[in-house]
């Protein structure tokens, strides 16, 4: 069974940085496409990014487009999302995904279990 689980959440002050971790079991980061959602309080599940199998081609929302990166270590089974000049509006629960997808679309399949992220103004 394919499992997510996602790590480096925490507190960080506006204009800051923060990496997120994703680690996959059960499943091989080169056959899915990776991504990133979140959940803010009080609003629907959001696609924050995501890159293809090969990790050649990324999407992302435009509230975030150019300044978070999303990069996959496919030896390690790992993606990551590095969020840098956070936003107090990028405090949201994060979820590592992953599914199919490319520079277009993104399709959910396999879920974590999420982590928090919290900017400060």
């Known amino acids: 069974q394919a499992h997510l689980v996602e790590s480096g959440g925490g507190l960080v002050q506006a204009g800051g940085s923060l990496r997120l971790s994703c680690t996959a079991t059960g499943l091989t980061t080169r056959g899915y496409a990776m991504g990133w959602f979140r959940q803010a309080p009080g609003k629907e599940r959001e696609l924050v990014g995501g890159t293809n199998g090969a990790g050649d081609r990324s999407l992302f929302a435009d509230s975030v487009r150019g300044r978070f990166s999303i990069s996959k270590d496919n030896a390690k089974n790992m993606v990551f999302l590095q969020m840098d000049q956070l936003k107090s509006e990028d405090t949201a629960i994060y979820f590592c995904?992953?599914?199919?997808?490319?520079?277009?679309?993104?399709?959910?399949?396999?879920w974590g279990q999420g982590t928090q992220v919290t900017v400060s103004a």
């Open positions: 995904v992953a599914g199919s997808g490319g520079s277009t679309y993104f399709r959910p399949e396999v």
